[in-house]
């Protein structure tokens, strides 16, 4: 102990004599270690660390499962699968919603749930006021009671007396029994909760809209509890063998709120992506400590002269390497500490999961001294050792000058050209991204954005759902916005169109052999729309014709489906020949009605959605033919569509003053939305690709300039001899270039590989991208040539009888 004391006080002064050098160091360790700290805690509050509830290893979620895709569930399966099950403690269900909710201005739309009573407490989420739903409230008629999270609670003016209150919810009243405690429902979206109380039409099995968490008995595995609702789902299947023949269940353990992988891959390739920088900075810093270690020699020569062992100076020089990497780690926490703040204030709404809390603690700061170990081990440990086996006799007779020099200098040139392999495979993941990126601006949607305002109407359950009133609902509500000046049209539809139709149906065509088992049935896009929007979106119909007027109730049955649907499903038949079978929707009903046929009158452009990256097969019917109660209304405007916001929102509530408008936007807006989530990896990958590309270029900088300044002499001797400028330059600027190509050569390696891991994320880009790969090797090229020309400038300029006589 006495022994390592000593090292740290003799350290501690070496470096307060050296404040340049130690400062370059500390900066470029915080720099590496402070991204991987950055990076690390989203990777591990997203997909490593446990949920923050109660035993959460307890916690599973249940889907309804026909043939290897999941779903959602039926409240007829959901009622069963309580009844029948033995696994669970408990199981609860909840779909999502929106709340129109009174305000002194206008109303204001919350995004909420409905959820079975118990639900809070079986996930052991806290109160900060109130309680839970009581079993009785989840009775139709007994069900107006409200949860608010903290979040809204304190927006509401966080009046503890609002608890027993009654507020007005969707124009009716409901009375506040509870608010959550603050913390991770605050974070997501749904701010109001409502019970969920079946109405008598809702509990059947055909209509699949629920989702349901369950909590595991004490004892009971994933495994045993598949086991049981496998037999539990055959049951039902043989006692409901119309609509659950083909279904099954599936229990999968709660993680990361059903993040999609190809998301949780890029939050992988990212940590790989600043492991790569914490390696590029250690190679810099292991460049700067051998360069050191030389500028030593004579002072270590001594040392050892005087009965110092190679033991006791390899230890004394990784002690001074170590001392180093703990500060630069210290420094690193801050400089992560930030860069987390930067990530969360512009990371897209929705990117990472609710659960997901993103602060430092004790997993995140013990990943950072591990890598601040590694860091100190990886960069001091070659210095110090070719530092301790310096020949004492040889270095004092040259005056320090030699020694270990070669071994040292190819030592140096090896940490280069890794540092140019690194680099360029990181570079070479940016420009995937980049390539990626461009590729999605230039898709085609299908469909124009500009000058359109896109907005939800959620129309309360409460309100009348027969069809004609729904009808004479929408069609005034139209007619007051088309009323609006700078409204140029405007149309009614259930889901955007970039987001779907709105509703995903199986179907059969009329007239091929029937399905034996209904649940092998293909499933598309079902959505309805009224006459101009096609007109308001700008989407062209190919074949046939789009919807009019006269597509009412009374007339023919029509739709119109996509081109993917027709290459899909119809592409060896004329599509305006077919009829296309459905269940009916019903206005207000959960559950499907009797199969309908659609006379197919029209084929419309592809519209991409969700991440732009595929089509779907969809198919559009007449709004006025199947009314829907809660629709999306966009509007095509002559002037800036956020600048008729209010004005459009006016004429809404000349016709409904309680509903609000849900999600305000326009189709630029949207477009950007789905986008955000590869622009900010993007951004990121960029960022750290910058970072790779300055360490590397500063990598071969320092090489290049301690060659030149060891070769002092021969330059000298060369120039003396008759060596112009040019020739000098040429010499040392090829020296580094050969480098770097060697580096770059490896790298290559390491780009393939990079392309084969983003390939999911990626669009319209192979695994082996020749442009990008040969524009990221330009670019680290020219880093290194500019890195090369400033020291090969400065030794050309010195002059020889003065550099002789020094010598």
């Known amino acids: 102990m006495a022994k390592l004391i000593r090292n740290l006080q003799f350290t501690v002064r070496l470096l307060w004599k050296s404040p340049g050098l130690t400062i370059t160091v500390l900066l470029t360790l915080a720099l590496g270690i402070g991204a991987n700290t950055a990076i690390f805690t989203v990777d591990y509050a997203t997909l490593l660390a446990p949920l923050p509830y109660p035993n959460p290893d307890q916690l599973v979620v249940v889907w309804s499962k026909i043939q290897t895709f999941h779903n959602g569930i039926s409240a007829g399966d959901f009622t069963d699968w309580k009844r029948m099950n033995r696994s669970f403690t408990d199981i609860n269900a909840f779909t999502g919603g929106a709340f129109n909710i009174a305000s002194k201005e ?62 007005r919810i969707n124009g009716e009243p409901y009375t ?10 605050d974070r997501g979206q749904a701010q109001v909760t409502v019970p969920l109380a079946f109405k008598p039409e809702q509990l059947n099995h055909d209509f699949h809209w629920l989702l349901s968490y369950a909590r595991l008995k004490p004892g009971i595995s994933v495994k045993q509890a598949q086991a049981d609702m496998d037999a539990v789902s055959l049951q039902i299947a043989q006692d409901n063998p119309k609509s659950n023949k083909g279904w099954g269940s599936f229990v999968e353990p709660l993680k990361n709120d059903f993040m999609p992988s190809e998301r949780k891959q890029t939050l992988w390739l990212l940590l790989g992506a600043v492991v790569f920088i914490l390696l590029i900075a250690c190679v810099n810093v292991a460049n700067l400590l051998l360069a050191r270690g030389m500028a030593r020699q004579k002072e270590l020569a001594v040392r050892s002269a005087m009965g110092a062992s190679r033991r006791t100076i390899f230890e004394q020089l990784l002690t001074e390497s170590l001392l180093l990497s703990f500060a630069g780690g210290l420094l690193g926490i801050g400089v992560g500490y930030g860069m987390l703040q930067t990530l969360v204030a512009i990371m897209p709404e929705g990117t990472l999961p609710t659960e997901a809390d993103l602060h430092l603690n004790v997993p995140v700061l013990a990943f950072t001294l591990l890598a601040t170990t590694i860091a100190g081990v990886l960069f001091g440990s070659a210095p110090a050792w070719y530092a301790s086996r310096i020949d004492p006799a040889e270095t004092l007779k040259e005056g320090g000058r030699t020694g270990m020099g070669a071994g040292r200098h190819r030592l140096r040139q090896g940490l280069v050209i890794g540092e140019f392999a690194l680099a360029l495979t990181l570079l070479a993941g940016a420009g995937l991204a980049i390539h990626s990126f461009l590729n999605l601006l230039r898709v085609d949607l299908g469909l124009r954005t500009d000058h359109i305002l896109t907005f939800f109407l959620p129309v309360p359950d409460s309100r009348p759902k027969e069809p ?69 979106f700008g989407i062209k119909i190919v074949k046939g014709r789009g919807f009019t007027e006269q597509d009412t109730a009374s007339s023919v049955k029509v739709a119109v489906v996509s081109e993917e649907f027709v290459k899909k499903y119809l592409s060896d038949t004329d599509p305006l020949q077919q009829r296309i079978s459905v269940e009916q929707l019903i206005p207000g009903v959960t559950k499907l009605g009797p199969p309908q046929d659609w006379q197919i009158v029209g084929v419309y452009h592809n519209i991409r959605r969700g991440d732009l990256r595929e089509d779907s097969p969809e198919m559009r019917i007449p709004f006025w033919q199947t009314p829907w109660p809660g629709a999306g209304i966009a509007v095509r405007t002559a002037n800036d569509p956020a600048s008729m916001t209010k004005s459009i929102a006016d004429a809404v509530h000349s016709v409904d003053p309680e509903i609000a408008l849900a999600e305000p936007r326009s189709m630029e807006e949207v477009r950007d939305r789905l986008m955000s989530n590869d622009r900010f990896t993007l951004t990121l990958f960029v960022c750290f690709s910058v970072v790779a590309l300055l360490l590397a270029g500063l990598g071969v900088y320092g090489v290049m300039s301690f060659s030149v300044a060891q070769r002092s002499h021969e330059i000298a001797l060369r120039m003396a001899l008759g060596a112009d400028r040019t020739r000098v330059v040429g010499l040392i600027v090829r020296e580094g270039l050969i480098l770097a190509g060697i580096g770059l050569a490896l790298g290559l390696i390491g780009a393939v590989f990079v392309g084969r891991s983003m390939q999911s994320t990626l669009y319209g880009v192979g695994k082996f991208d020749v442009s990008v790969f040969a524009s990221v090797a330009l670019v680290l090229v020219a880093s290194a040539l500019v890195a090369c020309v400033i020291p090969a400038q400065r030794a050309a300029s010195v002059q020889p009888m003065r550099a002789l006589r020094a010598e």
Do not use: C
């Open 468 to 536: 004609e009133k729904i009808i004479a609902y929408y069609r005034q509500m139209l007619e007051r916005i088309n009323a609006v000046p700078g409204v140029t049209s405007s149309t009614a539809m259930t889901g955007l169109p970039v987001y779907g139709a709105g509703f995903g149906m199986p179907f059969t065509i009329v007239g091929k052999p029937a399905f034996n088992d209904p649940s092998m049935r293909p499933n598309t896009g079902f959505g309805m729309a009224t006459p101009a929007f096609f007109d308001t």
């Open 176 to 185: 506040v029994v509870g608010v959550l405690a603050p913390g991770v429902l």
């Open 106 to 167: 206008q109303p204001e739309n919350i995004d909420g749930e409905q959820v079975t009573p118990g639900y809070y407490n079986m996930l052991g989420i806290p109160f900060f006021l109130g309680r839970d739903f009581l079993p009785e409230e989840g009775k139709v008629g007994k069900d107006h009671e409200v949860i608010l999270t903290h979040k809204l609670w304190s927006h509401l003016g966080a009046d503890p007396k609002l608890v027993g209150q009654s507020m």
